[in-house]
């Protein structure tokens, strides 16, 4: 490897950095280690620098505690008005996000980055409003304390013992362009404190001087410090890649932090979350659902599912694997990621147990050569199943409203499991009793074994354990010397008992794992199956309003919500579909919401972290970086959403439904593009056509008008008529192709409308034979019409047009003096109108040719037009709705007819006064 | 050119079209006198004291319906008026306004002077039509007085209708009626918009009168126009 070389991957990666912060606004945090040192004067202090450059800053929202030396630098400075919400009965003041987004000022100053906005504003916390003035290209002044910071969170409660909750993922500080440390020493802090210069809040004053004590000021400031040093690190090492200045170059570390259903999950989160800011590395948080994890209570799961949720707003990429055994999917997928560094917590189980059922952490060890192992211990006093600590913590800070509601309890179905345990068991000592005596005692075991055996398949662990246990018990009680005692005589049938008993729980466990195996297996079934059914019906489905109902049908039957997809107008504007809705359709989406989701491609509503007090779940339907839609779905339960795998299941449903929707748009734009090539063709066909067809007739037109006009008497009276008359045909014939030309462009264009009434097809073929009748001198047309043919609902111009252009074809293409037919048929359907001749037909494999534009049979035949009379017949007629073909007669020559459908009832005549 | 040559005013804005007309026309004994524009066109009219106007509906300055109008004000004189093709509603507007007859551009001397000569003889009385009213054109005779109407020498029975129309258009022989005209003169004006009437009875009437419907010798359809009885 060649170490002069800067990591492309990486330089990559700086360049997409570069790209989104030149978009983006710049944020600078004023950066404190407790209240009171000054932030809040720092920032006003800097506003008012920027307003004397002349740059366009304003005042977002400002907390002065009223304290007047910072009030009086607010003067001067265009203060945005705070948003008033009714909660509760009180007034809150919050930030008005969009009345700063719609007033898009260079800077804006928000304090408190940590802020939680009451409930109604679009998102729960202050840093998310800070995110999407960024996203909207504004710079933003903000003030934040070390305590906020997601990951010191942890060290701080223990080193000060207060805790706060309105915490911010450290991303949020990473990401920012400038930190500005506000510092001041504990003392002058203290001095400050006794002037009572440092605003606290009322109800909380002793909590909170408790909290100055001079050591944790002095903690605090150290954190401060060493938060910001680390900051100035890191982009020490960013100019040292963008100078290419070696040695630091490091082979790029991946950390996986493996969690489980315990508190100390919450922990080992936070502390990858170091290590990985430490390492500058990636790093993801793991999650191995074994069947036996899939068998944890709801609460349990959800407990995992906000730490995961915690970890991602942390900066990690959380994964959930489903595997039979944790350390071999650990290696696995270490193995897939190139993990370099795994952390995770020591392992619960202790001495002999440890020794038995081994841990992952030893498994891991032994089998994992190139992964060093990180392992964090557990504080004494969170030992054990401590999810009930995680739940309220996490929870709090990581509200997922919806999810704390409890699904009924099963336990029902579990004591039925323990009847039928007690019921076997009893069944068991009856057949033993009756075989007592005469069989051997490890025979009669195997009666109670038996028992526990179809205990466990049918309800379980916990039953089928009661059942081994009772089973021993009623077998020592009852069959083992001496007779009715626990107590055992001979210590051999000791033996017989434990083994019976171990045997016994072993089997238990083993059925368990076996039906709760089936039973993953049948849900990932299942799960496949609605995938495959989905994707079939998508794949079917031809259009994009198709392909939404499909979509709304199957989300509908999957998730049981009802939901609907929503797509913008050619504005950009989401707006609500034209087509008619389904039983399954959702019909009160917010549109508002659901442009946001369109303009960030970020999922909005219930349970998420954007407008989370929206009745629904919005998700931006996106491939790749496009966003094409907005799916909006009303949980009926968020657990059935944002369960893992659930939500998973609705990532593919999304992916597939976004996937269809692109192939649809893509065949369309392919089809378009289709169209104007062919129109393309046309073109280039119609000018090479009419310059020949066109020049042919002018050149004699021209010649001969010019031999007349250069006369000087010098032409006989039979030549000059000769001459004219030659400019009269050829000036006939030029007049007919530019008729030909200009119907067809009036019919390309769709400028025609038909003016349809009600005409005897009689009437149409007199017309047009009144019209030919020069033409057909010394030819025959007869004309073969049933009595009674109805009349049909046409435009006659065009009909007649089509008649004219037909005849015109046969008298062209056919010998002189053979007879023309015109033959009506009547069906109950529709009117058949052919033109049959008996000339030399049509080429075979042309028919359908003959109707294409600018299609001639013999391309260089003199007489001919430009090849578009038939053209125009079938515009015509199938403006109409009807068909036109042409075919060979057996007799011999072409007929051509043309079908014009009878779907209106035909007028009714008033009788005759 | 003698006294009694008959008088045409044609009202056209295209040069050589109005050349091709004064020559061929002036060549055949008419008196021509020419306008490019509408409102001269009027005028004219009005001077001239034509027995027949030309006039072309694409004119620069007005609209040819109000042309027509602007005449019909005052005078009955036969007015041709000449039109681009497919531009049916036009020359029904110009025909419902009071025109008597239409040619399509590009047109035949031949047929024009054809459509002359019919309009010159309406203007002074029918020919066909002698004294005793009877008219008669190929196989047919009316007895406009008696309401008997022949094909060759056999009486054919029409009901009212049927006559009625048929009267209409022997009364115009050799003019284009519209189908607005022929429904108001023989069913009234509150069946205008009953055009399938027409033609069913039109219908009827050619199988009557006609010997071979389909390849009408007298009553001949103007497409998407009107009706003509051939003279």
Request: glycine share 6%; proline share 4%.
């Given at each position: 490897m060649n170490n002069e070389r800067p990591d492309p991957d990486q330089l990559l990666a700086r360049v997409e950095r570069d790209k989104v912060k030149a978009q983006r606004g710049r944020l600078k945090i004023f950066f404190g280690a407790v209240a009171g040192v000054g932030k809040t004067y720092a920032m006003l202090q800097a506003a008012k620098e920027r307003r004397a450059e002349n740059i366009d800053i304003i005042i977002g929202l400002v907390e002065t505690h009223g304290r007047k030396e910072t009030a009086a630098l607010i003067d001067g400075l265009e203060v945005l008005s705070p948003k008033l919400?009714?909660?509760?009965?009180?007034?809150?003041?919050?930030?008005?996000?969009?009345?700063?987004?719609?007033?898009?000022?260079?800077?804006?100053?928000v304090d408190e980055l940590a802020h939680t906005n009451a409930?109604?504003?679009?998102?729960?916390?202050?840093?998310?409003?800070?995110?999407?003035?960024?996203?909207?290209?504004?710079?933003?002044?903000?003030?934040?304390?070390?305590?906020?910071?997601?990951?010191?969170?942890?060290?701080?409660?223990?080193?000060?013992?207060?805790?706060?909750?309105?915490t911010v993922p450290d991303t949020v500080f990473d990401q920012a362009n400038e930190i500005e440390l506000v510092d001041l020493p504990p003392d002058e802090l203290l001095n400050r404190l006794r002037d009572g210069k440092v605003y606290l809040p009322q109800q909380a004053q002793e909590a909170i001087k408790n909290f100055f004590r001079k050591g944790n000021l002095i903690a605090l400031r150290e954190l401060a410090l060493r938060q910001t040093a680390n900051r100035v690190d890191a982009q020490m090492l960013d100019y040292r890649e963008d100078n290419a200045i070696r040695e630091v170059w490091q082979v790029n570390e991946r950390i996986m932090v493996c969690i489980g259903p315990n508190a100390l999950s919450e922990r080992l989160v936070r502390a990858g979350k170091r290590f990985a800011n430490s390492l500058r590395a990636e790093w993801l948080v793991v999650y191995v659902e074994t069947p036996e994890l899939q068998r944890l209570s709801a609460e349990k799961r959800d407990g995992?599912?906000?730490?995961?949720?915690?970890?991602?707003?942390?900066?990690?990429?959380?994964?959930?694997?489903?595997a039979p055994d944790i350390s071999s999917a650990i290696i696995k997928f270490s193995n897939e990621r190139?993990?370099?560094?795994?952390?995770?917590?020591?392992?619960?189980?202790?001495?002999?147990?440890?020794?038995?059922?081994?841990?992952?952490?030893?498994?891991?060890?032994?089998?994992?050569?190139?992964?060093?192992?990180?392992?964090?211990?557990?504080p004494r006093h969170e030992k054990g199943s401590i999810v009930d600590k995680a739940d309220t913590s996490l929870y709090r800070r990581n509200p997922l409203p919806g999810l704390s509601r409890k699904l009924a309890l099963r336990k029902k179905n579990r004591s039925i499991g323990y009847v039928w345990a007690l019921a076997v068991t009893v069944a068991s000592t009856l057949l033993a009793y009756l075989m007592f005596g005469r069989f051997e005692l490890a025979n009669m075991i195997m009666v109670f074994l038996l028992g526990v055996v179809f205990i466990a398949t049918r309800f379980g662990r916990g039953p089928s354990i009661f059942a081994s246990f009772l089973g021993a018990a009623?077998?020592?009680?009852?069959?083992?010397?001496p007779y009715l005692s626990f107590t055992v005589a001979d210590s051999q049938y000791l033996v017989t008992l434990l083994a019976m008993l171990i045997v016994g729980v072993l089997i238990s466990n083993l059925m368990a794992n076996v039906r709760s195996q089936a039973k993953v297996a049948g849900h990932r079934e299942r799960r496949a199956t609605v995938l495959y059914a989905m994707s079939k019906d998508l794949t079917a489905s031809q259009s994009e309003d198709e392909i939404v109902r499909t979509a709304v049908r199957h989300l509908n039957s999957e998730f049981g919500s009802c939901n609907v997809i929503l797509f913008p107008d050619p504005d950009g504007r989401?707006?609500?579909?034209?087509a008619p809705g389904l039983r399954e359709s959702l019909h009160a989406a917010d549109l508002s919401v659901a442009q946001w989701v369109f303009d960030h491609n970020e999922i909005a509503g219930q349970g998420t972290n954007t407008l989370p007090g929206a009745e629904a779940i919005y998700f931006p339907l996106s491939n790749k970086e496009t966003v094409m839609g907005v799916l909006v779905l009303l949980p009926v339960n968020l657990r059935r959403i944002f369960l893992p795998e659930q939500q998973k299941l609705l990532e593919t449903f999304l992916g597939q439904i976004a996937q269809a929707v692109m192939r649809v748009r893509l065949a369309e734009q392919a089809r378009t593009t289709q169209v104007s090539m062919e129109a393309e063709r046309l073109r280039n066909s119609l000018l090479s056509s009419i310059s020949h067809d066109l020049r042919t007739p002018l050149a004699t037109i021209v010649g001969s008008a010019s031999a007349l006009v250069e006369d000087e008497n010098a032409l006989r009276v039979e030549d000059r008529l000769e001459l004219s008359r030659a400019i009269y045909d050829e000036a006939q014939r030029m007049s007919s192709l530019v008729n030909n030309i200009l119907d067809m462009a009036r019919l390309d264009a769709g400028t025609i409308e038909l003016n349809k009434q009600w005409y005897p097809v009689e009437e149409i073929i007199g017309s047009v034979s009144t019209r030919l009748q020069k033409r057909f001198e010394g030819r025959r047309l007869s004309v073969d019409l049933p009595e009674g043919t109805p009349m049909i609902f046409v435009d006659t111009v065009m009909i007649e047009q089509v008649l004219i252009n037909l005849l015109e074809n046969s008298l062209r293409y056919t010998p002189d003096k053979s007879p023309v037919e015109i033959i009506a048929e009547v069906s109950a359907f529709a009117v058949k109108v052919s033109v049959a001749d008996h000339g030399p037909g049509i080429p075979k494999g042309l028919e359908n040719q003959l109707f294409e534009k600018f299609y001639r049979v013999r391309h260089e035949a003199a007489q001919s037009g430009v090849g578009l009379g038939l053209a125009i017949c079938r515009a015509i007629i199938e403006a109409h709705g009807g068909k036109i073909q042409a075919q060979n007669r057996p007799e011999g020559g072409a007929i051509f007819s043309f079908v014009i459908p009878l779907d209106q009832a035909q007028p009714v005549l008033g009788p005759e006064e | 050119m003698t006294l009694s040559s008959p008088v045409i005013v044609v009202i056209e804005d295209d040069p050589a079209i109005r050349l091709f007309l004064r020559t061929s026309l002036g060549a055949h004994g008419f008196k021509v006198f020419e306008a490019d524009r509408g409102q001269q066109g009027i005028i004219e009219a009005g001077i001239r004291k034509p027995d027949l106007i030309i006039l072309d509906l694409g004119l620069p300055d007005m609209e040819g319906v109000d042309v027509i109008k602007a005449i019909r004000e005052w005078s009955v004189v036969p007015i041709i008026i000449l039109s681009a093709r497919s531009t049916e509603q036009h020359k029904i507007d110009a025909l419902d306004a009071g025109a008597d007859d239409y040619l399509t551009?590009?047109?035949?001397?031949?047929?024009?002077?054809?459509?002359?000569?019919?309009?010159?003889?309406?203007?002074?009385?029918?020919?066909?039509?002698?004294?005793?009213?009877?008219?008669?054109?190929?196989?047919?005779?009316?007895?406009?007085?008696?309401?008997?109407?022949?094909?060759?020498?056999?009486?054919?029975?029409?009901t009212p209708i049927q006559y009625r129309l048929f009267s209409v258009l022997v009364k115009n022989a050799g003019k284009v009626l519209t189908h607005q005209y022929l429904l108001k003169e023989a069913w009234g004006p509150s069946y205008k918009d009953n055009s399938h009437y027409?033609?069913?009875?039109?219908?009827?009437?050619?199988?009557?009168?006609?010997?071979?419907?389909?390849?009408?010798?007298?009553?001949?359809?103007e497409s998407g126009v009107g009706y003509r009885l051939k003279v």
């Open positions: 919400i009714e909660y509760r009965g009180t007034t809150m003041r919050e930030f008005d996000l969009d009345a700063a987004l719609k007033r898009k000022p260079s800077i804006i100053l409930q109604g504003c679009r998102h729960p916390k202050r840093w998310q409003d800070i995110e999407e003035l960024l996203d909207a290209g504004i710079d933003v002044y903000t003030a934040l304390n070390v305590q906020h910071l997601e990951s010191l969170n942890d060290d701080i409660g223990q080193i000060s013992g207060v805790r706060v909750w309105e995992v599912l906000r730490i995961l949720r915690l970890a991602e707003q942390l900066g990690a990429e959380t994964v959930t694997l489903n190139n993990v370099t560094k795994i952390v995770m917590g020591k392992p619960t189980r202790r001495g002999w147990k440890r020794l038995l059922l081994g841990s992952v952490v030893d498994v891991l060890i032994s089998d994992a050569h190139n992964i060093n192992l990180y392992l964090l211990g557990s009623i077998f020592d009680f009852l069959f083992v010397k989401i707006v609500y579909p034209k | 551009k590009p047109f035949g001397l031949g047929e024009l002077l054809a459509r002359i000569r019919v309009e010159l003889r309406h203007s002074v009385s029918s020919p066909t039509q002698d004294q005793k009213g009877i008219f008669t054109t190929g196989m047919l005779k009316v007895d406009l007085l008696s309401r008997q109407v022949f094909v060759g020498d056999k009486e054919v029975h029409l027409l033609r069913i009875y039109m219908s009827q009437l050619r199988h009557k009168l006609e010997e071979d419907p389909t390849q009408p010798q007298y009553l001949l359809t």
